[in-house]
């Protein structure tokens, strides 16, 4: 969504709503940079600004929104590319996240007529897919000249883009999947408690993945209210049996393991039997008392 005011803060504390026509490119460095602030009510997240000739107002590089922020985009860490181990970040808004894992838990539970009746349904939708492969033809032909010239454009594609999550039941995930982000659908099969956090066996038709959290995962402070839970899907595995996962992270092959690996770095990036792990343990919690 593009921001069209931001407050700057001046030193002496006070707050002055700043339009992007205000702003020139000499006024943001030597004043503004660093103290303009989201437009919305007690959202600390800062704001930037781009000149040129559409220039425009963007969020500060590494800064969240608050939770109900209007302007919120949430920033999952990526892997770029198979081989590499460098992390770019990618924002993906964290209502479209939760949407795609509320529909992976109705289609897990589609029956496989209904499985492809759906999949025939969607196909009108298709042009969507030519959409995205010519805007990206596009942008490997002329992208120089829209970072230069039309930033703004530029970074609405690109989110738009990177907002869809692809998703795939166990079995059906494909080489070109990993290195990706993608929405990974299983039933639970094995939860092994790992200090505070678990990995998490899961499998479709006979194949399996783990789902792994690591240190980026323990250390972020928006995910405490996940650790040490994990022994609420261990439970619920023995209470119902079935236990139907969906989480959205990164895709993973670990040249020593044969298995594919789902790493997740967000708490509420994955449901259990389309619930919210740190809502399940509190349920259980409040029955036990
Ligand atoms: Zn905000």
């Not at 439970?235 to 020593?256: E, Y």
């Not at 044969?258 to 409040?286: H, P, Q, T, W």
Request: glycine share 4%.
């Amino acid at each position: 969504m593009r921001i069209l005011n931001a407050i700057y803060l001046a030193e002496n504390g006070t707050k002055t709503t700043i339009e992007l026509r205000d702003v020139t490119f000499s006024l943001y460095e030597d004043k503004l940079k660093g103290n303009m602030f989201c437009p919305s009510e007690n959202c600390p997240a800062r704001i930037s600004f781009s000149s040129g000739r559409k220039a425009h107002f963007r969020t500060w590089r590494m800064d969240k929104h608050a939770n109900d922020c209007i302007y919120q985009f949430d920033r999952i860490p990526v892997l770029k590319g198979r081989s590499s181990t460098e992390s770019i970040n990618v924002e993906i808004p964290y209502s479209r996240r939760q949407s795609a894992l509320q529909e992976a838990f109705r289609i897990m539970n589609l029956s496989d007529e209904e499985k492809e009746e759906s999949l025939g349904r969607q196909s009108p939708l298709r042009p969507r897919e030519k959409e995205r492969a010519i805007a990206g033809t596009k942008r490997s032909v002329t992208g120089i000249q829209m970072v230069l010239f039309e930033g703004e454009k530029y970074d609405e594609e690109l989110i738009k883009r990177q907002s869809y999550i692809l998703k795939r039941a166990v079995d059906e995930i494909k080489s070109q999947d990993i290195g990706t982000i993608r929405l990974i659908m299983g039933q639970v099969i094995e939860v092994k408690e790992e200090g505070q956090t678990a990995e998490i066996t899961i499998e479709n038709n006979d194949r399996k993945l783990s789902i792994v959290f690591e240190e980026a995962f323990t250390a972020d402070r928006l995910n405490s209210s996940y650790l040490s839970k994990f022994w609420a899907i261990e439970r619920l595995l023995n209470d119902s049996k079935i236990v139907l996962f969906a989480g959205i992270g990164d895709v993973r092959k670990k040249t020593d393991r044969s298995r594919i690996e789902l790493v997740i770095y967000r708490g509420d990036d994955f449901r259990v039997n389309n619930k919210d792990m740190s809502v399940l343990a509190a349920d259980y919690s409040r029955a036990d008392l």
